[in-house]
T-cell receptor, first 115, second 109 residues
Framework: GAVVSQHPSRVICKSGTSVKIECRSL??????MFWYRQFPKQSLMLMAT?????????EQGVEKDKFLINHASLTLSTLTVTSAHPEDSSFYIC???????????FGNGTRLTVT | DAKTTQPPSMDCAEGRAANLPCNHS???????VYWYRQIHSQGPQYIIH???NNETNEMASLIITEDRKSSTLILPHATLRDTAVYYC??????????FGPGTRLSVLP
């Protein structure tokens, strides 16, 4: 079945540095990908919608200059957390709609810890 | 996305059927009912989805009421590995999902 691969699965970085998270659709093309964030004991919250060949759409309250999204090809979207701070520590998850009537496919998430 | 309401937690004995309810009274005619689950520190895993007919696959069965205002996910023989948070979502194909708090299912030995 369709698979979404996310990398890295876990990253620890120092405050002030930037971190890039990759999301790939392995056996299908995805013109749209969704980025979610999940804090401990909370549900997933949509951050932004990534669109191949155009600008991402950000949800209210999500800083587009801090969370840079690039959807450079039909199989790859990246999320860069710039100048990370400890409050950015969270679980980041991407997803992509499959072909036709397929449901959303989710990556396995990236655990970001900012020290 | 339709607003969904689920009980915050449920327990189920291992080997018994787990029946997880979901209310989605505002679901629109072309929105599907999706069920996913999330095991700690993993991405959501797809379980099943349906529009108005009942559905069954190798993981579970989905029973949707005739008025489509509620549904029940049935795990026929729960195992300890089924312990997870279960999310019920109403959405169109290709749309992003709006996640509620879900139901935390604990399968007890």
């Amino acid at each position: 079945g369709a698979v979404v691969s996310q990398h890295p699965s876990r990253v620890i970085c120092k405050s002030g540095t930037s971190v890039k998270i990759e999301c790939r659709s392995l056996d299908f093309q995805a013109t749209t990908m969704f980025w979610y964030r999940q804090f401990p004991k909370q549900s997933l919250m949509l951050m932004a919608t990534s669109n191949e060949g155009s600008k991402a759409t950000y949800e209210q309250g999500v800083e587009k200059d801090k969370f840079l999204i690039n959807h450079a090809s039909l199989t790859l979207s990246t999320l860069t957390v710039t100048s990370a701070h400890p409050e950015d520590s969270s679980f980041y998850i991407c997803s992509a709609p499959g072909q036709g009537s397929s449901p959303l496919h989710f990556g396995n998430g990236t655990r970001l810890t900012v020290t | 996305d339709a607003k969904t309401t689920q009980p915050p937690s449920m327990d189920c004995a291992e080997g018994r059927a787990a029946n997880l309810p979901c209310n989605h009274s505002t679901i629109s005619g072309n929105e599907y009912v999706y069920w996913y689950r999330q095991i700690h520190s993993q991405g959501p895993q797809y379980i099943i989805h349906g529009l108005k007919n009942n559905e069954t696959n190798e993981m579970a069965s989905l029973i949707i009421t005739e008025d489509r205002k509620s549904s029940t996910l049935i795990l026929p023989h729960a195992t300890l590995r089924d312990t997870a948070v279960y999310y019920c979502i109403g959405a169109n194909y290709g749309q992003n999902f709006v996640f509620g708090p879900g139901t935390r299912l604990s399968v007890l030995p």
